[in-house]
DNA sequence: GGAATTAACATAGTGTGCTATATAACGCAT
DNA sequence: ATGCGTTATATAGCACACTATGTTAATTCC
């Protein structure tokens, strides 16, 4: 191989917005999990969460739809909460076909904590970062995810 | 629950970098994936071209440190890689425990379709950002890594 | 030089993501 | 009212991330 295929084959993975993201992601969702672990949580929970953290219900797809996962993996992660006691499935009066979701008591008394995790990671993944850089990197990031998210 | 416990117990999940970093991941890893796949190949496997794409051998150890990730994942990732045909192991003859990595000429004849593939996405991506919001992003989560890296 | 520690890699088990496909209830249209 | 397409959920199988632990070679320390 001649130096100019050499130099052909190199990416400089720092400039790839992907590969950085991915990077970050990463970080952030080990470092989450080394938090949430003690409370008997992970990282998948969380939109389980944001979405019934004020106590309400929602159908498999909606959770699905809030999550953007794939409905796979959703029934996946409620199964595994549904064995740890964190979630309680009912079925929907209104259609068969569906379920309705909610946290139980025993994952609504761990949400401080949930929120204390997040809060404290953040502060510390954003410590370098003024004010004014923090609201642009969170503004690309809804830019990028509404990129991405057509279909 | 009153009013008042309720809005306790609520987060906007679109302020928290972790949450919106790690959507913003999956989108990018989704329709990377989807890709990749008719390369054969997919999102685990791009560090490994980051790093041996000119051609080189790296022991697993550098690998594991180039990606960032542990070493089992790093493991298990090279395994399937082999069993793909996309890299070769090889006894390091200065040490008894290591193994030296590189690509197959298979692999790296899809590293051209890799790059257009990475550039293709980052493009989508980042379309609605000009150019100094996509440097300042890129910025900003080198700022992330960095403060998420150190251990 | 031999014992103990360290280092590199492998294996086991789990969680969270994906695609592809199956099952059962709903709803519309004839 | 029934038959058929659509919708909600479940299951199977895989990739890639993690932790915990085992194995073997190298290194360090008397």
Redesign the pocket.
């Known amino acids: 191989m001649t130096d100019k295929d050499s130099k052909l084959y190199n990416i400089d993975r720092t400039a790839s917005a992907g590969y950085m993201t991915?990077w970050a992601a990463?970080l952030f969702?080990?470092e989450m999990?080394?938090r949430l672990k003690p409370l008997g949580?992970?990282?998948?929970?969380l939109?389980m969460f944001f979405a019934l953290g004020n106590g309400g219900a929602l159908?498999?797809?909606?959770l699905?739809e809030f999550?953007?996962?794939?409905?796979?993996?959703?029934?996946?992660?409620?199964?595994?909460?549904e064995r740890?006691g964190l979630i309680h499935?009912e079925p929907?009066p209104?259609?068969?076909?569906?379920?309705?979701i909610s946290l139980t008591p025993l994952a609504l008394e761990k949400f401080p904590a949930v929120r204390e995790a997040i809060d404290m990671l953040n502060e510390k993944a954003l410590g370098a970062l003024g004010e004014d850089e923090r609201n642009a990197f969170l503004a690309s990031l809804a830019k990028i995810v509404a990129a991405l998210a057509d279909e």
Chains 1, 2 share one sequence.
């Open positions: 991915n990463r969702a080990r999990d080394r949580l992970s990282t998948g929970h939109p159908s498999q797809k909606a699905t999550a953007a996962i794939e409905q796979p993996t959703m029934a996946a992660t409620l199964s595994r909460m740890d499935r929907d209104d259609d068969g076909r569906s379920m309705l």
